[in-house]
């Protein structure tokens, strides 16, 4: 499932592609057009082209945002779950593997397009052949005076290149943010199969039902956030522990790169569901976002 180090040049070359882009493929001029501020409730819309600060990313670490996406426009990530636990061995060791970053890592492409204004559909690949198709609609705006916004969920998943093992999810994902500086979520999803999806061996059960929380905080005015997001199991299938994650987050425009920290290589509704391996593994990876609007 992992991949070793020859993909070490591929990665530098890409981060540094997506993360020195010139700026004025993203960036409007800062005089000519700041990033808008989110109007107070019951003022119109924002252009769904502006910068939201409380919501810059369509994700968190793994799970979904409500961050709004302006129809034919689109956007790409790159996942990096690197396969080394980060407790493995003493300090030297770690060191020596330049804390995880020398190991193979699981990866994940996806690109997600707006068909609608606020109605987005999408396709996650992980290199481990499971394939994830996905759409989010937008049900309810907090800018348009609501005490929340909230976001329809749906997606299909199948391993071995969407040929075998399939399963699902459906849920909704909620928030409530805290104008250019914070935004909190719950995320109620149900998933189908998500012990096929495991190559589990008779469970039990083969349903999840999680409840996603996170939240994305911005530092200061500045373009740095922390981010994390947990995904505990309500009831079904449920080995190991709940996934978790959190990360410090850069936005440059329409970019954003993510150093993160799981006890899971989720990227997937289904692989959320099948949780964390215990509570001592912790992995290094990271998220690279580019936005093309």
């Given at each position: 499932m992992l991949r070793r180090k020859g993909v070490w040049g591929a990665r530098i070359l890409l981060a540094l592609f997506v993360c020195t882009a010139p700026a004025a493929a993203q960036d409007p001029p800062p005089q000519a057009q700041p990033p808008q501020e989110q109007p107070a409730q019951g003022q119109p819309a924002p252009s769904p082209h502006a910068v939201n600060l409380a919501q810059p990313d369509f994700t968190l670490v793994s799970l979904p945002t409500t961050l709004r996406m302006p129809q034919w426009k689109s956007a790409f990530r790159v996942t990096h779950r690197f396969g080394r636990p980060l407790g493995e061995g003493d300090f030297g060791d770690l060191a020596s593997d330049f804390f995880g970053f020398d190991s193979g890592a699981t990866i994940?492409?996806?690109?997600?397009?707006?068909?609608?204004?606020?109605?987005?559909?999408?396709?996650?690949?992980?290199?481990?052949?499971?394939?994830?198709?996905?759409?989010?609609?937008?049900?309810?705006?907090?800018?348009?005076?609501?005490?929340v916004g909230i976001d329809a969920i749906l997606s299909a998943e199948g391993r071995e290149n969407f040929s075998e093992d399939f399963g699902g999810a459906f849920g909704a994902a909620i928030s409530r943010e805290i104008p250019n500086r914070a935004a909190v979520y719950v995320e109620p999803i149900f998933v189908l199969n998500a012990a096929t999806l495991g190559a589990a061996l008779n469970p039990p059960e083969e349903n999840t039902f999680f409840i996603g929380l996170g939240a994305r905080v911005r530092l200061w005015s500045s373009p740095w956030y922390v981010v994390g997001e947990w995904a505990p199991r309500v009831t079904?299938?449920?080995?190991?522990?709940?996934?978790?994650?959190?990360?410090?987050?850069?936005?440059?425009?329409?970019?954003?790169?993510?150093?993160?920290?799981?006890?899971?290589?989720?990227?997937?509704?289904?692989?959320?569901?099948?949780?964390?391996?215990?509570?001592?593994?912790?992995?290094?990876?990271?998220?690279?976002?580019?936005?093309?609007f």
């Open positions: 994940g492409l996806e690109f997600r397009l707006g068909i609608w204004d606020g109605v987005q559909v999408g396709i996650h690949r992980t290199s481990d052949r499971t394939i994830q198709l996905f759409g989010q609609g937008n049900l309810w705006r907090q800018s348009d005076g609501h005490v079904g299938y449920e080995p190991g522990v709940d996934h978790a994650s959190f990360a410090i987050e850069r936005r440059a425009g329409g970019h954003s790169f993510q150093v993160n920290f799981s006890n899971s290589f989720a990227t997937t509704y289904s692989q959320i569901a099948r949780g964390g391996f215990n509570s001592d593994d912790w992995f290094i990876g990271f998220n690279i976002s580019r936005k093309f």
